[in-house]
């Protein structure tokens, strides 16, 4: 009986939690005394830099943390201020009171201004926004497609199209350039990427001259793991999901004396079933009936892919750093489509049956190189010299069989097609930065790209003996080139609490078209001014204002210059148009970031003002088939108000949230058709994260778009659940996630067209939203969060 009641004994203490100790101290401001309140505390374990506790300070600077006894030490963060970090704690019973602590006001730049808290998978700056990927349970496991669909004011429709804020021309950067992982404006591409390898997502609404003009939306900027601390660490990781969704990879990190040597690796398995249905109905002039047909198309498309990446930085002394790298992508994709067609008269009734069936064999390969060379001075940290230089060589191929049977019709009719696009991309760049003092600095660079892209496209039809032979209408090859020239200069001061940011960019473009085999080409050359300024002014410790204003372009991807895109579809067809030209946009913007004393809140107002509107217009034909035609079709004037809310409610419940209100009025006409229309629209996501325990966590958000009037009609509503968890296992150096994806599957691009002569409705997945990954991730002298302001790498602006 007495070793019963000692192993319950054991036992039971054993689940009851160790005695905390209270970490106590004052802050005060460091020139004036005056107590800082409101400012985070962060107390991290010495041995693994794992998070023990965390909480804000009192009005009166006090400050208290219940932590378990050992080593630790304290951060410090308050917006404006240097981070404070001290030391080597000791804590035993009773406790351990600092006494008071001092903290100096920031001389940073304007742009570097930023609130972070431990709480929140978000770090928000004034003029951008930081998103944690790690912090998101509902994002482990997935895509880079999926993980972008989770970051406020981004959405990510089903067919891969990504927007910001409403709107079009978003550029996608992979650590501050463009990527041979997201080359020639693949959407797809993001459905391939893994999304274990990425650290962060940036949202830049309004980005500075030191940015390429490019993406009048603004830029999304996607930080891949790189780590800096001495010795040897990283993460591994295992992903299992339904639909089929296999994966692995690590991100591996080893410093010694002055080399640090960096490696990326993940390869996958995934199959992405999807498809759609839709009704279309073509009307003659007088309003009777042409023809009526229904659709629906069952797809599944996937297959293996992986990338690897392996540099190293070279510390050559205090002032000179030498960072090269090597990146590889591959994959090989098996997709299969099969569109059924039924084709009514009059009196609705069925007609006719077609089944097409398509076979694609998919080839992708990706190489890039990169070269970088930073130098510091030693008058100031923030006086440096960078020059980069990057180069990518992309090869793709597609292959497809197709077979179409119709009723009434007793021998099938065989096509295939096929398309090859290669590109090669060289970047140039160098930048160079003088601070005059911590407050007033100028800056200034010079950027070349050099890209060319081939694109051949065939489709070939079997005769009655069997023979292919090709569609001339179908034919052709496509070779795209982009020379951009680019100059920046910025100056920027901080007078007091008002600060003022001012630059100018330069870019000449030199951009050709041709179609090799028809003959035509289409050049353009053109010289522009990309103006920016902002204004920022600190009304309190916790409160700042800033006025922003930019001028961007938005160059068409080169596939919406293809004159052709797949032959799936034939009634259907997507197709390019070399003849199209950039937009043009001038954005105005005005936002408030407010600390709160358990979280923050960022409210903006926008303008954008856009020329050269591009939109993809379904044209329809007298054959009873379609185009979807990109078209510069006129001017567009968009606004609206965006709020960004995080708060701890308590101790073991966090809430964020995002809400966008947008209006726009799009006027313009193609071939005498007006199709000027007024949008109105909002979307928002929420989330709570519960703290269940020191060791398992839950979060669940739901995200809601409205619908939106469009040139010619209307998109529906969609909305998604997401849920996930995770548990710390193995003493902390393990985290096993569970999350679901959309659980009703209701994430479906839904639209109508009203047209005179034409009217259509249609649902359509490009692939199921709905999905369930459980994945594990084991970390090697790693903490399971990487900080802000503690990690080696950081996250600071790149120039581009």
């Known amino acids: ?104 006001q920031s001389g940073v730049a304007l742009e570097t201004v930023e609130v972070t808290t431990e709480r929140s998978q978000m770090v928000m700056k004034l003029d951008k926004r930081v998103f944690n990927v790690g912090k998101d349970l509902t994002g482990a496991g997935n895509t880079a497609a999926d993980i972008l669909n989770n970051v406020p004011s981004v959405n990510v429709d089903p067919e891969g199209n990504i927007t910001l804020r409403g709107s079009n021309g978003v550029r996608i950067l992979v650590d501050g350039k463009p990527s ?9 591409a993001l459905r391939r990427m ?20 490019e993406g009048e939306a603004g830029i999304i900027n996607i930080i891949l793991k790189k780590d800096q601390r001495k010795g040897i660490n990283g993460s591994f990781g295992a992903t299992v999901g339904y639909p089929e969704n296999l994966g692995a990879s690590y991100s591996l990190n080893y410093r010694r004396n002055r080399f640090n040597l960096f490696s990326n690796f993940g390869i996958s398995y995934r199959r992405a ?94 190489l890039e190189s990169s070269l970088s060379y930073k130098r510091t001075f030693d008058d100031h940290e923030d006086h440096l010299w960078t020059i980069d230089a990057q180069y990518i060589l992309d090869d793709d191929l597609e292959l497809s069989d197709i077979t179409q049977t119709t009723s009434g ?44 892209v081939r694109n051949a496209f065939s489709v070939e039809e079997a005769d009655e003996t069997g023979v292919y032979r090709v569609f001339a209408e179908f034919d052709d090859e496509l070779e795209y080139t982009e020379n951009i020239a680019a100059a920046y200069f910025i100056g920027s001061g901080e007078f007091g609490k008002l600060g003022i940011q001012a630059g100018l960019r330069g870019e000449l473009s030199d951009v050709t078209a041709a179609l090799l085999k028809s003959g035509s080409t289409n050049e353009q050359d053109y010289f522009n001014l990309f103006p920016s300024a902002s204004v920022s002014y600190q009304f309190t410790d916790v409160s700042q204002v800033q006025l922003s204003y930019s001028r961007r372009l938005s160059r068409p991807y080169f596939r919406l210059l293809l004159p052709f895109s797949n032959f799936n579809d034939p009634r259907n067809n997507t197709v390019g148009n070399p003849t199209l030209r950039p937009e043009y946009t001038d954005s105005y913007e005005a936002g ?28 329809p034909a007298d054959d009873g088939t379609t185009i979807r035609f990109p078209v510069n079709l006129g001017n567009r004037d968009a606004y609206g108000i965006e709020v960004n809310f995080n708060y701890d409610l308590f101790e073991w419940w966090k809430f964020t949230s995002d ?97 005179p002569t034409y009217v259509a409705t249609s649902d359509f997945q490009w692939r199921q939203a709905r999905q369930v990954v459980l994945s594990f991730v084991y970390r090697l002298n790693q903490a399971k969060s990487d900080q802000p302001g503690i990690d080696g790498r950081g996250e600071g602006d790149t120039p581009n």
């Open 409 to 452: 019709v007793a021998d099938p009719l065989l096509q295939r097609a096929s398309n090859t696009e290669y590109e090669t991309n060289l970047l140039l760049q160098t930048d160079y930065v003088h601070p005059f003092n911590d407050s007033l600095k100028i800056e200034g660079g010079l950027r070349s790209t050099f890209r060319t």
């Open 659 to 755: 809400f966008n209100l947008y209006a726009a009025r799009v006027e313009g006409s193609y071939e005498d058709i007006d199709y000027a229309v007024d949008v109105s629209s909002w979307n928002g996501r929420a989330a709570a994260t519960f703290d269940l325990t020191d060791r398992l966590q839950t979060q669940v958000s739901f995200e809601y778009d409205a619908p939106r009037e469009t040139p010619q009609g209307r998109e529906l509503a969609t909305y998604a659940l997401d849920v996930g968890a995770s548990l710390d296992v193995l003493d902390g150096k393990g985290t096993l996630t569970l999350s679901g994806r959309d659980l009703f599957n209701t994430r479906v691009q839904r639209t109508v067209i009203n047209q």
């Open 592 to 619: 408030l970031l407010r600390y709160l004393p358990a979280g923050s809140v960022q409210a903006s107002m926008y303008y954008r003002y856009t020329t050269g509107v591009i939109e993809r217009l379904v044209l």
């Open 194 to 213: 893994q999304g274990d390898i990425i650290e962060s997502v940036e949202v830049i609404t309004n980005p500075s001259a030191r940015y390429e003009a």
């Open 180 to 188: 041979a992982m997201l080359s020639s404006g693949d959407l797809d």
């Open 273 to 366: 079933p999807g498809g759609g249905s839709s009704r279309q109905r073509f009307l003659n002039a007088d309003g009777s009936l042409q023809a009526l047909y229904d659709s629906e198309t069952d797809q599944d498309r996937g297959g293996v892919g992986g990338n690897f990446q392996l540099g190293t930085d070279w510390f050559i002394n205090d002032r000179n750093q030498l960072t090269g790298s090597l990146l590889y992508r591959r994959s090989e994709d098996d997709n299969l489509a099969l569109v059924t067609y039924r084709d009514f008269n009059d009196d609705r009734e069925l007609i006719s049956t077609t089944v097409r069936d398509t076979r694609e064999d998919s080839g992708n390969q990706n």
């Open 1 to 104: 009986m007495r070793r019963i009641l000692l192993y319950a004994t054991l036992f039971l203490g054993g689940l009851l939690p160790a005695q905390s100790f209270p970490l106590a101290g004052t802050l005060v401001q460091d020139e004036s005394g005056q107590p800082l309140g409101f400012a985070t505390a962060i107390a991290y374990t010495a041995a693994d830099s794992a998070m023990a506790a965390n909480t804000t300070t009192g009005e009166d600077g006090s400050f208290t943390l219940q932590v378990k006894p050992g080593d630790y030490y304290l951060v410090i963060q308050f917006l404006g201020f240097d981070n404070l970090t001290v030391p080597d704690l000791t804590v035993e019973n009773p406790g351990l009171d600092l006494g008071t602590l001092r903290m100096g």
